[in-house]
Nanobody, 116 residues
């Protein structure tokens, strides 16, 4: 069955950097666009960045454009999100999933906290 395992979150100071990863299994990873989503406390889950099947096309939310970079490794079935110049408003639980969503399954996510 589909499994998405996010990791790499943590506590970082404003202006710092962090890379989160997501290992996928149970489906043909290279057959899908992948997307990072995030959910801050009391807010809905929103898309942050997405990447095409072979990484040639990427799209970003305006709030992270120029600071975040999405990438993928289809051999390792892994999608990454490099986050630079982090701001307190980036604090959220970060999730990966396909784009568009194929089901209502979500992994456990990884917590990113930006605070001094």
């Amino acid at each position: 069955q589909v499994q998405l395992v996010e990791s790499g979150g943590g506590l970082v100071q404003p202006g710092g950097s962090l890379r989160v990863s997501c290992v996928a299994s149970g489906f043909t990873f290279s057959g899908y666009w992948m997307k990072w989503y995030r959910q801050a406390p009391g807010k809905e889950r929103d898309g942050v960045a997405e990447i095409s099947r072979f990484g040639r096309t990427t799209n970003y939310a305006d709030s992270v454009k120029g600071r975040f970079t999405i990438s993928r490794d289809n051999v390792k079935n892994t999608v990454y999100l490099q986050m630079n110049s982090l701001k307190p408003e980036d604090t959220a639980v970060y999730y990966c999933n396909t784009a568009p969503l194929q089901s209502d399954y979500w992994g456990q996510g990884t917590q990113v906290t930006v605070s001094s």
